[in-house]
């Protein structure tokens, strides 16, 4: 097929081959149309985003601290620990770390820390089948409360947590690396263990360092 060729001006307008031109009012209806669509989808997207970020910060799964300074034997000594008090996960009251009695287990942990990932879940077992026995808390360290709390929440865990997020109680027990954990005797002495702990692990070093006895 050739190519055609333009109009000769010549020709009566009803022979030029070319389409005659829509009216003015018509090239301006699909502008106006895609206009009103974006506005549309800005508007949805902008309710979208607010309703997302007008959402309040992730609640905290685990339970109160009120009991952490409480010892289940009345003659058990304060813990070998740092004179530094954190605060409870779930509020603003300050737990003095000094105040805590054994038999005692202390847990460090973050939501980015990977053997947290299995670690953590047996923490929580021990704490459901040691209760009245063992005192067993977590500490939420160099975390977000955001991202600790969905990691917990995600493993189910509700043990009582306090918050040591500038790292101070870690770095003051010469901490290296996470997963911690801090056995404490009824006489109050410590033991630092700094591997990941697992269900043989865990009751076995439970009953080392703090003489009682958890079955998981």
Sequence with gaps: MSPQSPPDPADPPA??????????????????????????????????????????AEPAPFAGCGAITASPSAAARPADLPGLSLPCFTGGEQVALAGIR???????????????????????????????????????????????????????????????ADRKLFNALAGRALPMTVFVDAQGRRFLYVLPLDEKTLPEQV???????VTL
Excluded: Y
């Design 15 to 56: 022979r030029r081959p070319w389409p005659v031109p829509a009216p003015r009012r018509s090239l301006f209806r699909a502008p106006a149309s895609a206009s009103l669509a974006v506005a549309l989808a800005l508007l949805s997207a902008a309710c979208t985003g607010q309703a997302k970020s007008s959402g309040s």
């Design 102 to 164: 054994g038999p005692a287990v202390i847990n460090f942990w973050a939501s980015w820390c990977g053997p947290c990932r299995t670690e953590l879940p047996v923490m929580q077992r021990l704490a459901d089948r040691a209760e009245g026995r063992l005192t067993v808390l977590g500490i939420d360290t160099g975390d977000s409360r955001d991202a600790g709390a969905s990691f917990a929440a995600d493993k189910q865990v509700t043990m009582p947590t306090l918050v040591d």
């Design 207 to 213: 009953r080392a360092h703090t003489g009682v006895t």
